[in-house]
C-alpha cells in the first residue's frame, strides 16, 4: 500500500483508540473535495460482530494498478492491533458507512449483525443507492430511510426470525 492509494481513496477507514471506548474503534471517512469527512463510527460488540462481513467487504480493495491491497489483514479475528488509515473504494466504503450508520441506535446484536451480513452483499449501486438515501435529503428523511432499511435488512426489533435468518446467511 503506498500513499498514493491514501491520497486518491474517495473513503478511508480510520482504525483509532478513543479515551472513553475499550479497544479498537473505526471511523469511516468519504473525501469530498479532497478533504476527509467522518460519516460514521463502530466500536465494541457491535464491531466484534460485524467484523467477519467488515474483512469480506474490504477483502476486494485494490490499489490504483488493480492490485489487492490485501486489508483483511488489519481486521484480525480476535483482537485488531494496527492503528492507522486505510485507502477504500467506492464499493466498501458506501457499503461500511451504511453499515455503520444502520447500527446506531440498534440494541440487539443478531440484528446489527444481520444488517452488515446484508449490506456486504450488495452491490456496488446499491450501496451507494442506499447510502445516499439515508444521508442526503434531509434530516427527517434519512431517519426515516434508516428506520425503514433497518426493518427491511434485520427484521423488526424482538423478532424470533432474526437468530433463523443469521444462521442462514452466514452459511
Known amino acids: ?19 472513553d471506548k475499550t479497544g479498537a474503534v473505526l471511523v469511516i471517512k468519504q473525501c469530498i473535495e479532497g478533504k476527509p469527512v467522518s460519516k460514521g463510527m463502530l466500536h465494541g460488540q457491535p464491531l466484534r460482530r460485524c467484523l467477519p462481513a467488515i474483512r469480506r467487504i474490504v477483502s476486494h480493495v485494490c490499489d490504483y494498478a488493480g492490485i489487492p491491497l490485501e486489508l483483511q489483514k488489519f481486521f484480525n479475528r480476535d483482537r485488531i492491533t494496527y492503528r492507522g488509515n486505510l485507502p477504500l473504494d467506492e464499493e466498501a466504503g458506501a457499503k461500511l458507512a451504511l453499515i455503520f450508520k444502520l447500527q446506531e441506535r440498534v440494541a440487539d446484536l443478531d440484528r446489527v449483525e444481520l444488517m452488515a451480513w ?30 425503514g432499511m433497518r426493518v427491511m435488512l434485520g427484521g423488526p426489533a424482538g423478532d424470533k426470525e432474526t437468530q433463523h435468518m443469521l444462521t442462514q446467511i452466514r452459511k
Not at 1 to 19: G, N, S, V, Y
Request: hydrophobic content about 40%.
Open 1 to 19: 500500500m503506498e500513499k498514493r492509494d491514501l491520497e486518491k481513496a474517495p473513503w478511508i477507514i480510520r482504525i483509532t483508540e478513543h479515551k
Open 118 to 147: 446484508r449490506v456486504e452483499r450488495f452491490s456496488r449501486e446499491e450501496a451507494i443507492y442506499w447510502f445516499t438515501r439515508a444521508t442526503q435529503y434531509g434530516k427527517a428523511a434519512s431517519r426515516w430511510a434508516l428506520a
